[in-house]
């Protein structure tokens, strides 16, 4: 059975810093786009970043800046960094892997998420 397991969130300040950690089992996440998406109370779930098999990493414009996106496929793990949060940066961060290429493009997985709540 695949899995996706977020770990890193909780509570931080404002300007303060976070890391998020996105450990797979059951797939090798070198073969999969792995991305961090979040969903804030209210609204639709949003892609915060991701980053191609190939290294690529793309950020949203609103973290774009203060966010990194990586990847350890040797661990089978992705991360999420983020500093100078905000308040609206408040939200359940969601891993998601998507099959790169055209023998796996179907496979589609998400981590339970993990919630972080930016407030002083």
């Known amino acids: 059975q695949v899995q996706l397991v977020e770990s890193g969130g909780g509570l931080v300040h404002p300007g303060g810093s976070l890391r998020l950690s996105c450990t797979a089992s059951n797939i090798a996440t070198g073969i999969y786009t792995m991305a961090w998406y979040r969903q804030a109370p209210g609204k639709q779930r949003e892609l915060v970043a991701l980053?191609?098999?190939?290294?690529?990493?793309s950020y949203d414009d609103s973290v774009k800046g203060r966010c990194t996106i990586s990847r350890d496929n040797a661990k089978n793990t992705v991360y999420l960094e983020m500093n100078s949060v905000k308040p609206e940066d408040t939200a359940v961060y969601y891993c998601n892997g998507k099959g790169a290429y055209p023998w796996n493009r179907g496979y589609d997985y998400w981590g339970q998420g993990t919630q972080v709540i930016v407030s002083s």
């Open positions: 980053m191609t098999v190939g290294g690529t990493p």
